[in-house]
């Protein structure tokens, strides 16, 4: 705790003395600054660069200041030391959903749904039932939709081809029948050396993201784990999802390791994989005659309706700090304009929330260039974030503890992990009222 606390006061310094030198150079007392803090990593550094000096050049009277946000553990820590310590931009894009509530609690947001052209605004690029999954409890909204890391099931189709898989997988049984043939010991020393899939299991929060949580949004058709602020832990599909991965670890279609010699999936030691779009730059760099292809996570034998996952969100928020909401929200529609979400695909290979990514023109020599990408752009509109609650690490935690008990270990059967889960998560959101 004490390393926390000193880690946030440092931040605040940190900040507060940006935030100083920004108010210092502000060119005279008839220009607006304002304060923009994109993520710190060299792709979104050069595409908002590339923003600001268009805004700028074309807002003489409303200048930006871009400034990457200071390095810590997390962009969390940072933004919260910064509320606390009130000296937050006007504006960023790094904005995860889950730690909205957070600060909304204190009090470090604006609700952009005040300004008249909100709808319009927001409906005219983001995917209706989407927009809706973005709303706070109270009613409001404190983020625009901006970018999103499909989790999809990246395949290898040499693996499928030399173990005569004949079609890829798209609900469990098919999984199943695919990893009878995929897992096997290639070279007869009686070890398993080729799998059908393989997850970290060790009990990290975030880890659940890339197959407890996908699956669930897919078993579900599209759930999270609240309903207007309440929990909502679905337990049918829950269930489904744990006992699809206790299979996976029974059969010993994923080993019950952690893999420390190397990718297992560069390595074409694993068949299938569940990531975003970032991984192809991964592979292209990394592995070049890889064969891979990439389709939506598996449903249940019974599914219907289009495949839903979890998308690694980055969102837009104003703070309260701000002297300048109106030119805040100007500068903010203007970083979600069609032209720069070309450039956030083109700079960062990262999928903008747009509902017409494959129909508009601008779009088209992109996707021809990059056919891989085509396959996310379609499951963005299908995607679903974290919920905006309080303290969802440790809803998280709770996840991983009665996954690795009932999935990977066998300790508890899915059902009874599952009435676990949910009492847990209801005893967190209590305590934390």
Request: proline share 7%.
């Amino acid at each position: 705790m004490i390393k926390y606390l000193l880690s946030l006061y440092v931040s605040i310094i940190i900040i507060g003395c940006s935030e100083k030198n920004s108010n210092d150079t502000a060119h005279s007392d008839d220009v607006v600054t304002l304060t923009y803090w994109p993520a710190p990593n060299p792709q979104e550094v050069q595409l908002a660069d590339l923003i600001v000096k268009d805004w700028n050049r074309l807002h003489p009277k409303i200048q930006v200041k871009m400034q990457p946000i200071p390095v810590s553990q997390s962009t969390e820590e940072v933004l919260l030391a910064a509320i606390a310590g009130r000296t937050t931009p006007d504006v960023c894009s790094n904005i995860w959903p889950g730690a909205l509530a957070e600060f909304t609690r204190l009090g470090g947001l604006i609700d952009i749904d005040r300004f008249p052209d909100f709808d319009s605004a927001i409906t005219s690029r983001t995917p209706k039932d989407l927009v809706e999954s973005l709303r706070d409890p109270n009613g409001h909204f404190y983020q625009m939709p901006w970018k999103t890391n499909p989790v999809m099931m990246f395949y290898n189709k040499r693996l499928f081809e030399v173990s005569s898989v004949p079609i890829v997988p798209r609900t469990y049984s098919e999984f199943f029948a695919a990893a009878k043939k995929v897992t096997r010991d290639t070279d007869g020393d009686g070890q398993t050396d080729v799998w059908m899939g393989e997850r970290d299991i060790r009990p990290i929060w975030w880890q659940r993201w890339f197959d407890y949580y996908c699956f669930y949004i897919a078993a579900s058709n599209g759930k999270t784990f609240f309903v207007n602020g309440e929990p909502n832990l679905d337990k049918e599909a829950s269930t489904t999802v744990l006992q699809f991965f206790r299979t996976c670890y029974e059969e010993n279609y994923f080993p019950h390791t952690f893999f420390q010699g190397g990718d297992p999936f560069l390595l074409e030691r694993k068949a299938t994989h569940f990531a975003g779009p970032y991984l192809i730059a991964t592979l292209q760099s990394l592995a070049p005659n890889l064969r891979y292809g990439v389709v939506p996570i598996p449903v249940p034998d019974n599914h219907q309706g289009p495949v839903h996952t979890y998308g690694d969100y980055k969102n837009i928020a104003i703070f309260s700090t701000t002297k300048h909401p109106k030119e805040a929200w100007e500068f903010v529609k203007f970083l979600v304009q069609a032209k720069y979400d070309m450039k956030l695909l083109e700079i960062a290979n990262q999928i903008p929330i747009r509902s017409d990514l494959l129909t508009n023109p601008l779009f088209a020599d992109y996707f021809q260039k990059n056919p891989m990408m085509v396959e996310f752009a379609q499951q963005a509109v299908t995607t679903r974030s974290v919920d905006a609650a309080p303290d969802l690490k440790e809803i998280f935690d709770a996840i991983s503890q009665e996954y690795e008990a009932s999935a990977v270990y066998g300790k508890k059967t899915p059902l009874d992990a599952t009435l676990s889960a949910q009492k847990r998560i209801k005893v967190i959101v209590d305590w934390n009222k």
